[in-house]
């Protein structure tokens, strides 16, 4: 067998034991994981000199494998959570800082790092400034977010700063093969530059044709794999590799009478997460729902660690001396540092003077200005210059290549080593983490309940099994001791706030419309209502979140009708389903039953003793059940001119209800181990297949 598959193989999987351990000790410490990464190649650099561990550095990091193999799936990750509601609410300031102010950082970047390097008599030609702009200025997602998660981060910010980076990943990209092209004509004319923008502009067309043409595509395909759980995994990795390699092969080989027809990779390979993660992600079965996530982190945990144990044998492999790179690399680091921090405070402070956005906090500006991390992009854009790549007026003793990866690298780790680690500091030390007295009503709310389950609990307990009294007494005064000391909290928490009725209310509205939520899940996931109906409701219970979040009333108007989005309604007006009767029923009836427990829980939680008056539930129990009524009304009216139909349409429905009961004590069963794992498998897989009929005729 070939020697060197062997050694690249043992390699790998060094790696990835290397990586899951860094990963533990992160977790442990709370140290950010990819600086301890870096920490752990630092060791391992001195032990690959031993020659039975010298293959740990015999496997490279190709161009070919981070741009087609790691990248597409980094990238994929990056977007697959994200939220198309809240990019279209935040789209002027993530649009602003993406594209508009990451030219002019780039900008910044060119003329600042070329006039500091001469001052210092390394003078470097305008051009390689250019590229470094291009290189440098792109902020990394992958390298940050998961820091700002880990120290809970508003989801506004994230979302911000998760846009900007997904989105200037782009507008970056584009930019330096620009440069490039332009750099290798080997003259800098206005003819050339109308040529690579209208080239720009051209990308944005054909990605847009490139991008429908793929979403209709896979998405007739994924309706036919549904409940096939190996299928619908396989086919979102496929998602994300097939966008970005086609958009490569389209760039480089394809033309349309005589016109080059150029694709962003990374604008499309993000846009094809965005509509897997939020139009996709309720085509799939709900079983491969729960552990996607999970499979597109781990995938992404693989990229990212070997990406980064890699980049480091490539670094330690340049044959560059470290000493003479000392100045120029903190000049860099300085240029991209003023450059990052004009580029974010400017346009915010403008954003938030013309109050074209909801506002955004000094304290959020200091940290998107300072904790912002490069890490793959800026390095596979390196990786793609030629390594004959020269120009006349290039003087000094290395590569062009060799001197822009050197800088580029250390600026990673000045990235890495002192602001990654900073940022639980800075979140902190601003209070971006601080809950809100929502927050902290809904964590009161929540234990106040537990504490009440519990003692209800031990009572059942008590009566049915061998508990002394004296034991029950005590486990009993224990739990009530948590729970008034719970209810004085919250009294104190209420006591505190300005306007505690508006507090507890919108707490209130927010717990009914997770319930609606909740419910709503079920029935979909045991097909009682359709794709449709689902995205339908679903997106008026996030519109009135969101609506009461921002503390405003809960529906817009008296008559019910919530407000719609732009999208929302053109979406309903080419699908509207307006005529088809078991759609009206089938709508109704899903209002009519997750309004029926929003109902039955408020009805519990009045009976409870919070600490301030129950008669604060009346509001929202007359609106519900308003709500209520209303579907009611329309279910019968509907019945009375469709009897027959409606009749076996009810029958259907009660069929699917009876399957959840039948799929619960089969459930039962298996974890009592009165069938074998076969039994189970076959006798699910049959509930299964009935539960997935469609309920219409």
Known sequence: MDHHFLTSMLAILSLLTISSFVYMISKRTKLPYTVLLVVAWFVLIPLSKIPFLHFLVEFKLTPEMLFFVFLPILIFESGYNMRYRQLLKNWKSIWALAIIWLLISTFIVWYGLYFAFNLIWLPIPLEIAMLFGSIISSTDPVAVLSLFKQFWAPRRLVLIFEGESLFNDWTALALFLVMLAIIKSGAITAATIWTWVATFLCMLFWWMIFWSMMWFGFSKLIEKVKWNDNLEIAFTMIVAHLTFILSEIISEFVSIWGFDIKISWVIATALASIVVGNY????????????????????????????????????????????????????????????????????????????????????????????????????????????????????????????????????????????????????????????????????????????????????????????????????????????????????????????????????????????????????????????????????????????????????????????????????????????????????????????????????????????????????AIELYTRFNSLSKIKMDDIYSKNEEMISLLDVRLVNKSLLKLEEKNIKNLFDKEFLTPKLYVDIMDGIEHKINRNVKF
Not at 282 to 292: D, R
Not at 438 to 465: A, D, G, P, R
Not at 483 to 495: G, M, N, T, V, Y
């Open 280 to 619: 996709w992600r309720y085509k799939i079965s709900h079983k491969v729902e729960e552990y996607m996530e999970n499979f597109w982190w781990f995938v992404a945990f693989v990229a990212n660690s070997l990406v980064f144990l890699l980049m480091w044998v490539m670094f330690f492999s340049l044959n560059i001396n470290l000493v003479d790179f000392i100045i120029p690399i903190s000049i860099a680091i300085l240029v991209v540092i003023i450059a990052r921090w004009i580029s974010i405070y400017l346009p915010l402070s403008i954003f938030n003077h013309l109050k074209l956005e909801e506002k955004i906090p000094a304290s959020w500006q200091h940290l998107l200005a300072w904790w912002s991390l490069r890490w793959a992009l800026a390095l596979m854009m390196v990786l793609m210059i030629p390594d004959n790549f020269a120009i006349q007026s290039w003087t000094l003793p290395y590569t062009i290549k060799d001197f822009l990866l050197a800088i580029t690298i250390w600026s990673i780790m000045f990235t890495l080593f002192i602001k990654a680690t900073t940022i639980g500091y800075a979140v902190k030390k601003l209070k971006i983490n601080k809950l809100h007295d929502i927050e902290h009503f809904q964590k009161h709310e929540s234990m106040i309940l537990v504490y009440i389950e519990t003692i209800n609990k031990i009572e059942s307990i008590f009566s049915k099994w061998h508990v002394s009294k004296n034991e029950y007494e005590s486990l009993k005064a224990k739990y009530q001791k948590k729970l008034d000391h719970e209810i004085e909290e919250f009294k104190r928490l209420l006591s505190q706030v300005k306007e505690p009725e508006k507090l507890i209310f919108k707490a209130i509205s927010l717990h009914a419309l997770w319930i609606e939520k909740q419910y709503l899940k079920e029935l979909f996931r045991y097909n009682e209502v359709d794709e449709y109906i689902f995205k339908y409701m679903l997106g008026k219970i996030e519109r009135q979140i969101e609506r009461i979040e921002c503390d405003k009333a809960q529906i817009k108007k008296e008559t019910l009708i919530e407000e719609m989005e732009f999208a929302d309604k053109i979406l309903n007006y080419i699908n509207t389903k307006d005529d088809d009767i078991i759609y009206q029923y089938l709508k109704n009836r899903t209002k009519h039953i997750v309004s029926s427990k929003v109902l039955l829980e408020f009805e519990i939680l009045k009976k409870i003793k919070w600490g301030f008056s129950t008669e604060i539930f009346d509001e």
